[in-house]
């Protein structure tokens, strides 16, 4: 975690973190340009681990022009891990995502939690997953994938793994399947084909835009351009709750 979105030093306690390393090897840095909008290194937070600390309000790190490897909306698959804890907050807490979302009227990709009451989203701490390769649900060929956890299918306040595997080459309920703490949650998937058209998306946004930033903390994110197979996706969640001492 370090201080500055190229070069700089290691974030002291408490300090904004403007760029956080890709441990890939890769170079696929998330930044943050905006000191005011830079999630806070907290110390010794989870299993004797550092974390980074989101406001609810601004925070957020990017990661540019993130077609060059990996495109939410047009691979054929995609697996995704996030390590972390929110506060209880009563609209949307965004995770991941495609940031075309944000500039092309929801195209692209969205890995969140949805506390909306069920009248207006999903319903408390629903954990969600959103491809799409145009304009929302305006009109057929539009939705890729739409998984909606159950609600509390996520906890307020503790740590825990949320995972996401897409895999548009499959039909039916097999399409996405999301897992807290490795186990899968009930599916309540809708879309309508897997042919893509659109816009690609390019940035890949972590801790929200607009008005839905995560109130909390994140660990660790790891992403693959593929869909793992159950014995690797699970080897990586074991990792993880490991790694951040999660129950």
Known sequence: LYDATTGGSLVAADG???????????NRHPTQGTA??????????????????FDGSDDA???????????????????????????AQAELA????????????????????????????????????FVSSADGASGPDRILVEDIGPV???????????????????????????RVNGSALAQNNTYTRATVSGDATNDLVIGGFGS??????????II??????DTDREAVENYLIAKWGIS
């Open 224 to 229: 693959y351009n593929s869909a793992l197979s």
């Open 152 to 178: 509390n299918s996520v906890s307020d306040t503790a740590f825990q793994v949320v995972s996401t595997v897409v895999d548009h080459s499959n039909t039916g309920a097999s399409r996405s399947q999301q």
């Open 61 to 87: 790190l990017v990661i540019p022009s993130s077609t060059s490897f990996f495109n939410f909306a047009h691979e054929t698959a995609f697996t995704a891990f996030v390590a972390f804890a929110k506060e």
């Open 212 to 221: 839905n930033f995560l109130d909390g903390d994140i660990c660790e994110i």
């Open 94 to 129: 965004n995770l991941l995502v495609g940031n075309n979302y944000i500039t092309s009227s929801q195209r692209g990709f969205l890995f969140f939690v949805d506390d909306r009451d069920a009248t207006v989203g999903a319903g408390g701490n629903a954990l969600r997953t």
């Open 36 to 53: 005011g909008s830079r999630p806070a290194r907290k110390t010794a937070i989870q299993n004797g681990l550092d974390v980074m600390r």
């Open 16 to 26: 904004g973190v403007a760029r956080w390393e890709d441990k890939s090897g890769n």
